[in-house]
């Protein structure tokens, strides 16, 4: 059969162009099929809604968020410390605040760690202090830690980083758990008992100011039990992780008193799986925008480059330790 060779042109002409614009050919130039970049997707494990570290890791998220290209980071709540440990070890999330006692009891497979070592934690930075407070009631008599013999003591929950540090204050005095009657309580369990007079002091570690402590003074004559010079000292050469610390007079309203003891940090922890580049990003970020961590809480105030490394407890991050390096911290 004839068919007119102007025919045969125009079908030609009409796959031709049907070829092009379905290949993406046409219009902005996009290929459509081409995988675009994904997010990074980043937790951030912190502690309870009423803590220190939520707001602070929202905080944070924010400032990744937006000064991070392709960084999509989210603050969640959890059990704190030894809870985020654990969070790191099955990769469940990627950024954790612990305490630098905690992760040094991981790294070490001491403490609530002796049944193995969690070596994949790397440090980001030592945020701001975590205080050891010894709290009593004025009306108990008791004036330093040597009176806590025989006497009912809130030590923290079981195998918590307060059990440990009020077992490692007492081995300085020369004491263990049997010169006391140990109560194994949280401090909001232990402030409640001691309104109710079942319990006559108790050890806590927290961001000062401590809430718990606060709404104990509201009510009730309240006294911190200063350590002296020598047990800092010696609770200092023993732990890497102590700093000697002086809470200030007038810190909480009913005591007046400055008080010597000592602190852990709250730390930035990382998994040791993130890029390099990605955590030098994220590093950077943040210590550029400390303003925003500042306005979140009063303790984000307490972060600076010139204390990040301060009782480091987990090697550094390559992202991290290649920042600080060019910041001329290292």
């Given at each position: 059969m004839w068919v007119p060779k102007a025919l045969i042109l125009v079908v030609l002409l009409a796959f031709a162009a049907s070829t092009l614009f379905g290949c993406g050919g046409g219009g902005g130039g996009t290929d459509q099929g081409a995988e675009q970049p994904k997010d990074q997707f980043i937790s951030i494990a912190t502690g309870g809604?009423?803590?220190?570290?939520?707001?602070?890791?929202?905080?944070?998220?924010?400032?990744f968020n937006a000064n991070v290209p392709g960084v999509n980071a989210t603050a969640e709540t959890t059990n704190a410390s030894v809870a985020n440990v654990r969070l790191l070890e099955g990769n469940?999330?990627?950024?954790?605040?612990?305490?630098?006692?905690?992760?040094?009891?991981?790294?070490?497979?001491m403490e609530m760690?002796?049944?193995?070592?969690?070596?994949?934690?790397?440090?980001?930075?030592?945020?701001?202090?975590?205080?050891?407070?010894?709290?009593?009631?004025?009306?108990?008599?008791?004036?330093?830690?040597?009176?806590?013999?025989?006497?009912k003591v809130a030590v923290g929950a079981p195998s918590s980083g307060t059990e440990a540090n009020a077992r490692q204050i007492l081995a300085a005095y020369g004491m263990t758990f049997n010169d006391i009657k140990p109560d194994f309580l949280s401090f909001g369990e232990a402030a409640?008992?001691?309104?109710?007079?079942h319990v006559d002091a108790a050890f806590l570690t927290a961001g000062l100011p401590t809430a718990a402590v606060t709404d104990l003074g509201a009510t009730h004559n309240?006294?911190?039990?200063?350590?002296?010079?020598?047990?800092?000292?010696?609770?200092?050469?023993?732990?890497?992780f102590y700093a000697s610390f002086t809470i200030d007079g007038g810190t909480y309203a009913k005591e007046q008193d400055a008080v010597l003891t000592v602190a852990v940090k709250a730390m930035l922890v990382a998994s040791g799986s993130l890029s390099?580049?990605?955590?030098?990003?994220?590093?950077?970020?943040?210590?550029?925008?400390?303003?925003?961590?500042?306005?979140?809480?009063?303790?984000?105030?307490?972060?600076?480059?010139?204390?990040a490394n301060e009782t480091m407890s987990l090697p550094l991050h390559p992202g991290a330790e290649k920042y600080f390096k060019e910041q001329g911290v290292l």
């Open positions: 809604v009423a803590g220190t570290y939520y707001p602070l890791g929202g905080a944070m998220a924010e400032i469940e999330t990627e950024f954790a605040f612990i305490q630098n006692d905690i992760s040094y009891y991981a790294l070490n497979g760690f002796a049944d193995g070592k969690v070596d994949i934690l790397t440090g980001i930075a030592t945020l701001y202090p975590e205080v050891v407070q010894v709290v009593t009631l004025k009306d108990k008599g008791i004036n330093s830690i040597e009176d806590l013999r025989g006497k409640s008992n001691m309104k109710d007079g309240i006294k911190i039990i200063p350590l002296t010079a020598e047990a800092v000292a010696t609770l200092g050469a023993e732990y890497p390099e580049d990605m955590v030098y990003n994220l590093t950077k970020a943040l210590f550029e925008n400390l303003d925003k961590l500042a306005a979140a809480h009063q303790r984000g105030g307490d972060v600076g480059l010139d204390s």
